[in-house]
Nanobody
């Protein structure tokens, strides 16, 4: 059974940082690209970032470029999203994604 379990979400103040994690099981993690997608209240899903299977290539939405960093540890079957300089507009549920599979999401709230 494929499982993606996201964690690390919290309520923080603007300018603060968070690290999200997504632990994966049930498939060969190192064979797949991984992505993070977020959904803000009342809005549609927004792709945030992606990383290729060996971690050598990363991609970011313009809205997070320069502030967020995606990485992965294939030995730990985990993908991370480091979020710096958080803004209120980053408030959303963050999901990790691999092809048709999705994690349960973790809530990030940025508020003063």
């Amino acid at each position: 059974e494929v499982q993606l379990v996201a964690s690390g979400g919290a309520m923080v103040h603007p300018g603060e940082s968070l690290r999200l994690s997504c632990a994966v099981s049930g498939f060969t993690f190192s064979s797949y690209d991984m992505s993070w997608v977020r959904q803000a209240p009342g809005k549609g899903p927004e792709w945030v970032s992606a990383i290729n299977r060996d971690g050598t290539s990363t991609f970011y939405a313009d809205s997070v470029k320069g502030r967020f960093t995606i990485s992965r540890d294939n030995a730990k079957n985990t993908v991370y999203l480091y979020m710096n300089s958080l803004k209120p507009e980053d408030t959303a549920v963050y999901y990790c994604n691999m092809e048709d599979y999705w994690g349960q999401g973790t809530q990030v709230t940025v508020s003063s």
